[in-house]
């Protein structure tokens, strides 16, 4: 019975030691990977992770030199959001480690088959030439957590891809900051629904850039996606293509990418963006710079909620195809296109057809001069508009957008310049939550730019509000800013309608002091006295330090009725010298005497005396030939009769 027992209790031992062992074996800490490090390879140091798991985070620290081999990374056991698994150069520097494959292959240089919380990063993936296709990254079936940045990836192949799936489903796959060169550098395409992507920071070269199919949750930002043809009559070559997106629903964002997608005319015709088939809701596509030739520029179909904001994009010459839009959206609800600049060199083309509670305002379009075609071709419903107004005539869309010319530093750089920074046709209207441009820098929270730069030079005062109330023969005017830049003060003009309203209408009637800049909203009234029965018109006339200026016109016609009863006013000012302005008005048609007399009762002057038509009326009285002292003013209109004092002081 002893020895029983203490067979039991040896195999117990026996179990905690293997337990032990079994825990020790499992990969935790940093390791080296190289011909003196703890790894003499790479796929050593991966299978090792795969057999034996790992307990807590895991760094592989590839020594400088170059790895000619195909690694095939399955899941692997205990690797967790926490417990991650990093392949990484040991220096920091992509440069130093070169992962390759000289032969030709039709798998992957890094193959992930359902591998979990993994991250490559500062390391440089290269395939040689080859007849047959190249992957450097092929993803296949569920795969979580992968981040691949700081890397340069280079497939030289006709047939290549940076970064594939196979077949995949991810979640959360993190490809950012990398520098990729390949046929198609991200393809993403497949069945099965991936979700919370995001390609950030890229710079992305060659012919095909990113094209993805059903994942949820997109972010595709701050990219750099330089792409073109090489030769269109070569089979094998795709033609150009920035980003593609099909059936990618709950929410996308593609922001700040500068995207320049060379194709050629006719033959091989490039697109900048294009999402199609797309269940958004509250999706953005904003702060893109899209240059493209053929093809398409920002073209959205069969989707919802897309709301395009603050891109610049432009066209290069492409007279060969009339039917390639800078912005076409076609059966899409709830989307809008606003503050957005869009044209090019040989066309300007907007395309609507069959959308749902669509919204398209505050756009600049770029009339194009380079060729046969109209300026603008704004197409909705199958029908063609040469011009914004008419389009706003016939759709009631963008009752707020122009043709304006744009100038840009390049045809591929479509940051402002020359006259088009400082440009008041430019002025969008802001949209809450977006903050700042392309480049990070902060947009006016009143007077943005339109497109995807916010220029350096602040968008001049832009009124609030602007209004009038009339008083009797008095017309208080009132307006309000919400900013102001430099603004030196206000000219007030005034016109009276006599049918012919012209520049020379208009004369100047007093000035009211601004706030310089301000952050701040101001008001600012003044008031036009003594005005005789009519209809007026009133303007402001903002003026700034250097002189610029600018008009904003009252939206409203003032009209001085006629009074209800006689009266005379006290003078205005009192006491006077020499000059003092007597009001009265006339309820009637019949003579009118206005006199002036000294205290004593002696009459010293007439001013009027004649028949008057109902009105308001005012007449200046100058005493300058007369001593200070006390006077008396008297009206006589019919039966009514007033007089009233008033004081010269010299």
């Given amino acids: 019975m002893k020895n029983f027992y203490k067979l039991k209790i040896l195999l117990f031992l026996i179990f905690l030691i293997l337990s032990a062992d079994s825990s020790n074996a499992q990969l935790n800490g940093s390791y080296t990977v190289g011909l003196s490090g703890d790894y003499p390879t790479i796929s050593s140091a991966a299978n090792d992770a795969v057999s034996s798991g790992v307990n807590g985070v895991v760094v592989f620290n590839i020594l400088a030199g170059n790895y000619n081999e195909r690694v095939f990374i399955d899941s692997i056991p205990g690797a967790s959001a926490i417990n991650t698994v990093t392949f990484q150069s040991q220096s920091g520097n992509q440069n130093d480690v070169v992962w390759y494959e000289s032969v030709d292959f039709t798998t992957a240089l890094v193959t992930l088959n359902k591998t979990d919380h993994i991250k490559f990063r500062n390391i440089t993936f290269s395939n040689g030439a080859s007849a047959v296709q190249q992957y450097a990254f092929k993803i296949q079936f569920d795969c979580e957590g992968i981040s691949i940045s700081n890397s340069s990836i280079t497939c030289l192949s006709r047939e290549s891809y940076g970064i594939f799936y196979d077949n995949a489903s991810t979640k959360n796959l993190v490809i950012e900051e990398n520098s990729i060169n390949a046929r198609t550098a991200i393809d993403l395409t497949g069945a099965t629904v991936s979700t919370g992507t995001k390609i950030i ?5 060659r012919y095909e850039g990113i094209l993805i199919s059903n994942n949820d949750s997109l972010q595709i930002e701050e990219n750099t996606i330089n792409v073109g043809y ?16 099909q059936n990618c629903n709950v929410y996308l964002k593609i922001s700040k990418n500068k995207i320049n997608s060379v194709g050629l005319p006719r033959y091989a015709q490039s697109k900048g963006v294009e999402i199609t088939n797309s269940n958004c809701q509250n999706s953005l596509v904003v702060n893109n710079f899209i240059d493209y030739t053929g093809g398409g520029g920002l073209l959205v179909s069969g989707s919802n909620s897309i709301f395009i904001y603050y891109n610049s994009i432009h066209t290069g010459e492409d007279q060969y195809n009339f039917n390639t839009p800078n912005i076409g959206l076609t059966s899409c609800t709830n989307c809008i296109v606003k503050n957005n600049i869009a044209g090019g060199t040989d066309l300007t083309r907007i395309n609507y057809a069959s959308n749902t509670s669509l919204i398209s305002d505050f756009n600049a379009f770029i009339p194009q001069g380079g060729s046969f075609l109209p300026p603008v071709i704004l197409g909705y419903n199958g029908n063609e508009y040469y011009s914004v107004e008419d389009l706003n005539t016939a759709t009631g869309l963008d009752s707020n957008s122009i043709e304006t010319p744009v100038t840009f530093v390049s045809n591929i750089n479509l940051h402002l310049a020359g006259a088009s920074i400082g440009d008041e046709d430019l002025i969008a209207m802001p949209v809450a939550g977006i903050t700042d441009d392309i480049d ?9 730019y339109k497109g995807a730069d916010e220029a350096d030079i602040v968008l001049p005062v832009e009124l609030n509000s602007f209004s009038s109330l009339v008083n009797g023969s008095d017309v208080l ?29 208009w004369s100047k009637i007093g000035n009211v002091n601004g706030n310089g800049t301000s952050t701040s909203g101001h008001s600012y009234f003044f008031t036009d006295r003594n005005l005789v029965s009519g209809k007026y018109f009133y303007r402001l006339k903002q003026i700034d330090f250097n002189g610029n200026f600018e008009y904003y016109n009252l939206g409203n016609e003032v009209v001085i009725g006629i009074p209800v009863e006689f009266f005379l006013s006290q003078n205005y000012p009192n006491p006077f010298n020499p000059n003092t302005n007597l009001e009265y008005g006339i309820s009637e048609l019949g003579l009118v005497t206005l006199k002036i007399y000294d205290i004593s009762g002696k009459e010293v002057m007439t001013l009027v005396n004649e028949q008057k038509v109902p009105g308001y009326y005012s007449v200046s009285f100058n005493g300058a030939n007369l001593s200070s002292g006390i006077y008396f003013y008297s009206i006589k209109a019919g039966d009514f009769i007033s007089t009233k004092k008033m004081t ?3």
């Fill in 230 to 245: 090489l030769d269109p009559q070569a089979p094998g070559y795709p033609n150009a293509k920035g980003i593609i997106l």
């Fill in 648 to 650: 010269l002081i010299k």
């Fill in 201 to 205: 920071r890229n710079n992305i070269s």
């Fill in 440 to 448: 990070g820098n902060p947009r006016s929270p009143f007077f943005p």
């Fill in 477 to 505: 005017l009132n307006w309000s800013t919400a900013s102001e830049l430099n603004n030196s003060g206000f000219d007030i003009e005034r016109a009276i309608d006599n049918g012919q309203l012209t520049t020379d209408s």
